[in-house]
């Protein structure tokens, strides 16, 4: 058996939208919020494998712009998880090569959250190994709308290469590999413009349960496919 991904075919970006941390806890008659805590932890965990794999970027769908009208407890419960999951980030900053940035907008939250997210990036500005964003009050129209505002505030002619230049991730190339857990088939308002040529995997698996095998396994299939960009 293969315990490693061909890295001629390594995706240079992948983006993943970690669906099904509820149905995770409903399973196991936790709290959802429980199964949130599951999938941070699960995120910390394949960020380092993804990293050893030799990957450069991980973006991931942490908070969209649509969860504001979950439940409160809910909500709060995600923007606790982000406080102590940012907070061991910078604790672990010295020891750490990853790169962490964000996507989305962040002024939606209370400045003790985004004062951790300045340090982060500040902290992690030079690193060199992993490049994860973490899109966070984000959507992919919300985004484009900002960008293109911003644009025509500034009177500048509105095309691809502006455009791309305007949005919140730039100079982050796009992502190839697009995974999705917990057997949903869409895109839910992420990455709406970035996403046009990547591959898309769909896998029912719940993210706390998507393990280093089936990372893996989401590799392979990558490694497989013909990318044409549209060209023959
Ligand atoms: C979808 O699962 C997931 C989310 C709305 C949030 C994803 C967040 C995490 C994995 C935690 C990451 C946190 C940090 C701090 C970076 P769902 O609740 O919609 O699952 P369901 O479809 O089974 O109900």
């Known amino acids: 058996m293969r315990t490693t991904v061909d890295s001629r075919a390594l995706p240079q970006h992948v983006a993943i ?7 995770w806890a409903s399973k196991r008659l936790l709290p959802h919020n429980a199964g949130h805590r599951a999938g941070a932890q699960n995120l910390r965990k394949l960020s ?3 990293e050893r794999l030799g990957i450069k970027y991980l973006t991931v769908y942490a908070l969209s712009t649509e969860n504001w009208a979950r439940p409160e407890k809910e909500v709060q419960g995600l923007i606790k998880l982000m406080h102590e999951y940012f907070q061991q980030y910078i604790d672990d900053s010295k020891k750490n ?14 400045p003790d959250l985004r004062q951790k997210i300045e340090t982060l990036k500040t902290l992690t500005k030079e690193k060199k190994g992993l490049h994860v964003t973490l899109a966070i009050n984000y959507g992919a129209r919300d ?3 900002r960008a293109a505002r911003k644009l025509a505030e500034e009177g500048t002619y509105i ?3 502006t455009l ?12 190839d590999l697009l995974i999705r857990t917990g057997g949903e088939m869409r ?3 992420f990455m709406l413009w970035q996403l046009a040529y990547a591959e898309m995997y769909f896998t029912d ?18 490694g497989g496919r013909a990318r044409r960009f549209g060209g023959r």
């Open 17 to 23: 939208i970690m669906d099904g941390n509820g149905r």
């Open 48 to 50: 380092e494998e993804i």
């Open 97 to 110: 090569d990853m790169k962490l940035t964000f996507i989305g907008d962040v002024s939606r939250f209370e």
């Open 143 to 145: 985004e484009l709308a």
């Open 159 to 161: 095309d691809e290469e």
């Open 164 to 175: 791309t230049r305007t949005l919140d991730g730039f100079p982050t190339p796009d992502p």
């Open 187 to 189: 895109l839910s308002n």
């Open 205 to 222: 698996i719940l993210w706390p349960d998507f393990g280093k095998k089936d990372l893996n396994a989401a590799l392979e299939w990558f």
